[in-house]
């Protein structure tokens, strides 16, 4: 069993940046990739970022390639989400998720579940 908790999300302006955490309990934590989703109010949960279990190859939705890193820190059971040129579009609630998936941007074949953090971006 994983228990995820994120935290870093608030009320940035346009342009700014964020640094989101998620926090694992669990032994076995280092065993599962993670993804990083998001959902804007009225709109479909959206892929935003995932990375391997050993931490190598990480992969990113369109909407975010290039302004967005996802790294983790296994000896700290963390995973982060470096977000840069912030933008009204990236306003949402994000989630990160833990498990073995056979699709990284798919979000039902994650496995566990945190209950999200709130990013606004303001102009």
């Known amino acids: 069993q994983v228990q995820l908790v994120e935290s870093g999300g608030g009320l940035v302006q346009t342009g700014g940046s964020l640094r989101l955490s998620c926090a694992a309990s669990?032994?076995?934590?280092?065993?599962?990739?993670v993804g990083w989703f998001r959902q804007a109010l009225g709109k479909e949960r959206e892929f935003v970022a995932a990375i391997s279990s050993s931490g190598g190859t990480p992969f990113y939705g369109d909407s975010v390639k290039g302004r967005f890193t996802i790294s983790r820190d296994n000896s700290k059971n963390t995973v982060y989400l470096q977000m840069a040129s912030l933008n009204a579009e990236d306003t949402a609630v994000y989630y990160c998720?833990?498990?073995?998936?056979?699709?990284?941007?798919?979000?039902?074949?994650?496995?566990?579940w945190g209950q999200g953090t709130q990013v606004t971006v303001s102009s």
């Open positions: 669990g032994r076995t934590f280092s065993s599962y990739a």
């Open positions: 998720a833990a498990g073995v998936p056979f699709r990284y941007s798919n979000y039902a074949t994650y496995d566990y």
